[in-house]
């Protein structure tokens, strides 16, 4: 079966090939109000009938993704905060996990106040099972309209401390404001930290904030891993800049119209945007 590429060339889709599908929410699975459609989730839950598995990859936390998970009725390992933790689901056993080094986050924080962008943190206690906290060090706008659309509380107060005193770790940091701004704290990051964090816009008001070497490239290989299965194995979607990595990486890879641009150059595939359900009109024809 064959389908129309980005660039207007055919890429073969080799079905048989395909053993996993890799999808990311937020632009692509998500509509503009943030709900998964039933058309969209049965034709996921199609996919699993036939022995596909379904992996979510996702800049949300795991709190943030689960109704979406529940909904799909999806289990195994999932892809969350960029690939900073891949949880097995619905246990939220372990199954990777990366941190930020608290001078990273200290200076990141710094950074914010000099700049007066909210800087908010993902911090988690490594212990059996998964726990997670969001935290920031004031109440603000865009604190509440990320809290809202996340569905997640905030633990307000200083960072440093709030990291000290839970004994806490750092999976994911996030930088909310306008896109201008957010370029001007990119350079400075990269001047004042070097190698030492990964930076990757998640929307044009967010600017992630993970440890180094990590992306939903490497969070999904350690996902498909787990199943005996590598990137060859998998069809990844997604629209954002933090989901370049995975398109590249995945055999097969498809973006909605809406992408960011330099991701639809990086996936294979173009289909329907997000709001026209672009996702379930893909795989109802495959």
Known sequence: MYFAAGD???????????????????????????????????????????????????????????????????????VYYNGSMVLDMPSRAVIDSHYIEQEA????????????????????????????????????DSAANYSE??????????????????????????????EKKLRRVRENIHEKLGGKVTCVMSADYILE???????????MSAALKSYGLSPRDAIAFGDEENDIEMLSLAAYSVAPSNARHSAREAAKLTIDA?????????????
Do not use: W
């Open 8 to 78: 207007g060339d055919m890429e073969k889709l080799e079905k048989d090939k395909i053993k996993a599908i890799v999808v990311d929410l937020d632009g692509t699975t998500l509509g503009d109000d943030a709900k998964l459609t039933e058309r969209t989730c049965r034709a996921l839950r199609g996919c699993m009938a036939k022995g596909l598995r379904v992996i979510i990859a996702t800049g949300r936390s795991a709190e943030s993704a689960e109704p979406y998970r529940a909904a799909l009725g999806a289990e195994g390992p999932m």
């Open 105 to 140: 986050i200290a200076a990141c924080a710094d950074i914010a106040r000099a700049g007066g962008s909210q800087f908010c943190v993902f911090l988690c206690k490594k212990d059996d099972l998964f726990s997670e906290i969001l935290a920031t060090e004031n109440p603000s």
């Open 149 to 178: 659309r996340s569905g997640l509380e905030f633990l307000y107060g200083e960072l440093g401390d709030i990291i000290r005193a839970g004994d806490s770790y750092c999976i994911k940091g996030i930088f909310v404001d306008e």
């Open 209 to 219: 904030i993970l440890p180094i070497g990590v992306s939903k490239a490497s969070g």
């Open 274 to 286: 997000h709001n026209k359900d672009g996702l379930a009109v893909f795989l109802e024809k495959t």
